[in-house]
């Protein structure tokens, strides 16, 4: 019973964190997930929205300390097989609204030092070209979710 408690808490906790938007210059930083790894898994993805509310920018690079190496990547469809490729930048473009999901582009994290777990949180550093760094907390949830359910 105290750990469904202790559980419970580390999620309300969660959530209030990720409800609180985060700010790079004009950008905007919402709802920041990973999915849950499962086993000895590798590799994970960061998923989040990037609203922007100044002139256009680029996202250029992140890291975490929860993996060797963080990368921006994205989904194409190469014949009936979709496949992730690495881009060098994400437009963020100005007054409008980029999503990081899965199927699209997300931040790939490769070489994970231990297991992404569901309930825990991470931080993750996005390096934009003009707005600069900004460190966002990432809260991961189950395998298989779809994104961070927030009603306001």
Do not use: Y
Request: charged letters at 15%.
């Amino acid at each position: 019973m105290t750990r469904l408690v202790s559980i419970c808490a580390t999620l309300a906790a969660a959530a209030v964190l990720a409800a609180t938007p985060a700010l790079a210059g004009d950008i905007v930083i919402e709802k920041p997930w990973a999915r849950a790894s499962a086993g000895m898994a590798k590799a994970g993805a960061a998923f989040m929205v990037l609203r922007n509310e100044g002139a256009t920018d680029r996202l250029v690079s992140a890291s975490a300390g929860v993996a060797k190496v963080a990368e921006l990547h994205t989904h194409i469809k190469d014949g009936d097989v979709m496949r992730m490729r690495r881009v060098e930048t994400i437009e963020v473009t100005g007054g409008a609204v980029t999503t990081l999901a899965p199927g699209g582009l997300h931040v790939m994290l490769m070489g994970l030092h231990g297991p992404l777990e569901e309930g825990t949180s991470f931080p993750l550093t996005l390096t934009f070209e003009r707005a600069g760094p900004m460190t966002v907390d990432v809260m991961v949830m189950k395998a298989g979710a779809m994104g961070m359910q927030h009603t306001h």
